[in-house]
T-cell receptor, first 112, second 116 residues
Framework: KNEVEQSPQNLTAQEGEFITINCSYSVGISALHWLQQHPGGGIVSLFM???GKKKHGRLIATINIQEKHSSLHITASHPRDSAVYIC??????????????FGKGTKLSVKP | DAGITQSPRHKVTETGTPVTLRCHQT?????MYWYRQDPGHGLRLIHY???????DKGEVSDGYSVSRSKTEDFLLTLESATSSQTSVYFC???????????????FGAGSRLTVL
């Protein structure tokens, strides 16, 4: 069983829909990252959070430490949001290597 | 405005040949990482560096070596490439703890390596 699990693996939505991507983890973490990987391959960091909620534009990330669960929400989705979204937990014993444990990603496709 | 560049971006090579991938940063960040990305797997850490000449192994280090002779460059070497090393390789950088954005990784654009 992977230590960081994402669901769904693939998601197709219509433009304007509200989207939720889930991330569950089974190890102790000090923080959770959400990353975005565009079709061209580049990876961009969206959020890092250790509690509560963060918002940037149409993107909202939440985390529930007790339930070991995080969600990434996209409001008013747009075709340009099409990408792979990756969550990664920073292990408590990460040390200098940071020890990020990555999920396998959720591939989102937003249709016009 | 990229503070991190990888080269080459694409490479095709034959089994048994040596390959070196370069990661160059202009951010003066302390930590540098090499990951590989394969279908069905999350990003997996190969090696990382916590300073000049200070490196350590990640979870998939077999068959790879690294060197960091100066802050800005982190080299990943496959001494004798195998088909199982066909992958997309990402370099990432992170500043020292306490610095602005200390826990946020900045990724390079990736290097696609095909070993025939």
């Amino acid at each position: 069983k992977n230590e960081v699990e994402q669901s769904p693996q693939n998601l197709t939505a219509q433009e304007g829909e509200f989207i939720t991507i889930n991330c569950s983890y089974s190890v102790g973490i000090s923080a959770l990252h959400w990353l975005q990987q565009h079709p061209g391959g580049g990876i961009v960091s969206l959020f890092m959070l250790s509690s509560g909620k963060k918002k940037h534009g149409r993107l909202i990330a939440t985390i529930n430490i007790q339930e070991k669960h995080s969600s990434l929400h996209i409001t008013a989705s747009h075709p340009r949001d099409s990408a792979v979204y990756i969550c990664a937990g920073r292990a408590l014993d990460g040390g200098s290597q940071g020890n990020l444990i990555f999920g396998k990603g959720t591939k989102l496709s937003v249709k016009p | 405005d990229a503070g991190i560049t990888q080269s080459p971006r694409h490479k095709v090579t034959e089994t048994g040949t040596p390959v070196t991938l370069r990661c160059h940063q202009t951010e003066n960040h302390r930590y540098m990482y090499w990951y590989r990305q394969d279908p069905g797997h999350g990003l997996r850490l190969i090696h990382y560096s916590y300073g000049v000449k200070d490196t350590d192994k990640g979870e998939v280090s077999d068959g790879y070596s690294v060197s960091r002779s100066k802050t800005e460059d982190f080299l990943l070497t496959l001494e004798s490439a195998t088909s199982s090393q066909t992958s997309v390789y990402f370099c990432a950088i992170r500043p020292l703890a306490g610095a602005s954005g200390a826990n946020v990784l900045t990724f390079g654009a990736g290097s696609r390596l095909t070993v025939l």
